[in-house]
């Protein structure tokens, strides 16, 4: 089956750690984004790919950083300059450099600061 | 910058009756609407789309209606059942642009 694949389900960080969180599909799907989402809130948009090699900060983009070496692959690192990293951090693709298409979620990494 | 709201945090409901999940978004240039569901601990999955060339589409059990006039998005779900509880996200998208997200609606579905 076709889909989009996030690992570790929960992952644990200590202070001043980095961490990297896995998101990879096998869609075919030219677009990846990584949203960051808060108990209770909505999705906020870290980092968006919208082709190999390239890559756009979005509208919370400090302390996180990402690599698009492969179409299939869009790691996102969280940094020991995220202040306030525990969240839900939600990985999703889209078919075209738009989103016309909608876009395809995976099933999220819990990440929490000890 | 472009937003997309909802009227209604939560929208409590009995098994059984239909629920009206609304949305305003803000943008007039959008063209394309999806609704999404999320259960907790789980990422967003697709429910209905409509384009802005229709004011009205159904699925199974779901029908979204889209008022250009009023840049109003609603999702109505018919005979809830508790499986519906979860939080719906309403999203805007903008020709050529990224999809926008609404802050959520949270839906509880009491037996």
């Known amino acids: 089956d076709g889909g989009i694949t996030q690992s570790p389900k929960y992952l644990f960080r200590k202070e001043g750690q980095n961490v990297t969180l896995s998101c990879e599909q096998n869609l075919n799907h030219d677009a990846m984004y990584w949203y960051r989402q808060d108990p209770g809130q909505g999705l906020r948009l870290i980092y968006y790919?919208?082709?190999?090699?390239?890559?756009q900060k979005g509208d919370i983009a400090e302390g996180y950083s990402v690599s698009r070496e492969k179409k299939e692959s869009f790691p996102l690192t969280v940094t020991s300059a995220q202040k306030n990293p525990t969240a839900f951090y939600l990985c999703?693709?889209?078919?075209?450099?738009?989103?016309?298409?909608?876009?395809?979620f995976g099933s999220g990494t819990r990440l929490t600061v000890v | 910058g472009e937003s997309v709201g909802l009227h209604l945090p939560t929208l409590s409901v009995q098994e059984g009756d239909n629920s009206i999940i609304n949305c305003a978004y803000s943008?007039?240039?959008?063209?394309?609407f999806i609704w999404y569901k999320q259960e907790s601990g789980k990422g967003p999955q697709f429910i209905i789309d409509?384009?802005?060339?229709?004011d009205k589409r159904q699925g199974q059990r779901v029908t979204v209606l889209l008022n250009k006039t009023v840049k109003h998005l609603s999702l109505q779900i018919a005979a809830t059942q508790p499986g519906d509880s979860a939080v719906y996200f309403c999203a805007e998208i903008p020709p050529l642009q990224k999809l926008v997200f609404g802050t959520g609606t949270r839906l509880l579905v009491s037996p």
């Open positions: 409509i384009r802005s060339n229709m």
């Open positions: 943008n007039s240039a959008s063209d394309y």
């Open positions: 999703a693709s889209s078919i075209a450099r738009t989103a016309n298409y909608g876009y395809t």
């Open positions: 790919s919208q082709i190999v090699n390239d890559f």
